[in-house]
C-alpha cells in the first residue's frame, strides 16, 4: 500500500541534542499523527494534529501540521536516553484511510 | 480505559501450518485494522473491518484473512504459513469520526509471530 515519504531514515545524535524529522505526501491529508515504537511493542501514539497549521506539544515534543496539509514535522528538544526508538508518521486522506511513513529509527548517544 | 489487546504476544508456527491471532479493540471503537510490520518494510496493511464488514484491503494474498464479531473483537487468521510471513502483526483501533479530534488510531502491543 502507499506510504508516505519519512526522512530521515535514521538518526544519531548526543544526548541534549534537538532532533527535527518530518513525512511528505503527493496527497492532502486531514489528520497526521505521530507515533513512537519501541523494540518489540506496538507504535505508542505521541501527538495528533486535525488542522492545516496546527502546532500541537507533548513535553520536550513539538509536531505541526503543514500549511499546504501534505506535511507535518516533529521535532524532539533536549534529547535523552529514553528517546530512543523508532517514530512513526500517519496520515489519513480525504478517503478516511491512513497511510504510515517508513519510519526513523534514532539513536540517542549518552 | 483499558487499550488495544492482542492475543497470544508470542507464537512459534512450523511452515504449512495456520494461524488464528486475535485482537479486542478499545470499547466504543468499531473499526479494527490490521498491520504486518517487518524489518525494512514498515507498516504493511493488511485490512480493515467496520461493523463485521471488510471495509478495506491491502495487498496480501489470500491466505490471509480476517474476521470482526458482533462486539468488534476481530481475529486474523493466515493459513498455509511461510517462512517470509514471521512479523509482527498489530491490531489497531480507532473510533471513525469524519474528521476532527478523536480520528485517531490507537495500536496493541502486538503479536510476534515467527515460522520455522
Known amino acids: 500500500g502507499q506510504q508516505l515519504n519519512q526522512s530521515p531514515q535514521s538518526m544519531f545524535i548526543q544526548e541534549g541534542e534537538d532532533v527535527s524529522m518530518n513525512c511528505t505526501s503527493s496527497?492532502?491529508?486531514?489528520?497526521w499523527l505521530w507515533y513512537k515504537q519501541d523494540p518489540g511493542e506496538g507504535p505508542v501514539l505521541l501527538i495528533a494534529l486535525y488542522k492545516a497549521g496546527e502546532l500541537t506539544s507533548n513535553g520536550r515534543l513539538t509536531a505541526q501540521f503543514g500549511i499546504t496539509r501534505k506535511d507535518s514535522f516533529l521535532n524532539i528538544s533536549a534529547s535523552i536516553p529514553s528517546d530512543v526508538g523508532i517514530y512513526f508518521c500517519?496520515?489519513?486522506?480525504?478517503?478516511?484511510?491512513?497511510?504510515f511513513g517508513t519510519g526513523t529509527s534514532l539513536t540517542v548517544i549518552p | 480505559k483499558a487499550g488495544v489487546t492482542q492475543t497470544p504476544r508470542y507464537l512459534i508456527k512450523t511452515r504449512g501450518q495456520q494461524v488464528t491471532l486475535s485482537c479486542s479493540p478499545i470499547?466504543?471503537?468499531?473499526?479494527v485494522s490490521w498491520y504486518q510490520q517487518t524489518p525494512g518494510q514498515g507498516l504493511q496493511f493488511l485490512f480493515e473491518y467496520f461493523s463485521e464488514t471488510q471495509r478495506n484491503k491491502g495487498n496480501f494474498p489470500g491466505r490471509f484473512s480476517g474476521r470482526q464479531f458482533s462486539n468488534s473483537r476481530s481475529e486474523m487468521n493466515v493459513s498455509t504459513l511461510e517462512l517470509g510471513d514471521s512479523a509482527l502483526y498489530l491490531c489497531?483501533?480507532?473510533?471513525?469520526?469524519?474528521?476532527?479530534?478523536?480520528?485517531?488510531?490507537?495500536f496493541g502491543e502486538g503479536s510476534w509471530l515467527t515460522v520455522v
Open positions: 496527497s492532502i491529508f486531514n489528520t
Open positions: 500517519a496520515g489519513e486522506n480525504t478517503g478516511n484511510q491512513f497511510y
Open positions: 489497531a483501533s480507532r473510533r471513525t469520526v469524519p474528521i476532527g479530534p478523536g480520528n485517531t488510531i490507537y
Open positions: 470499547s466504543g471503537h468499531r473499526s
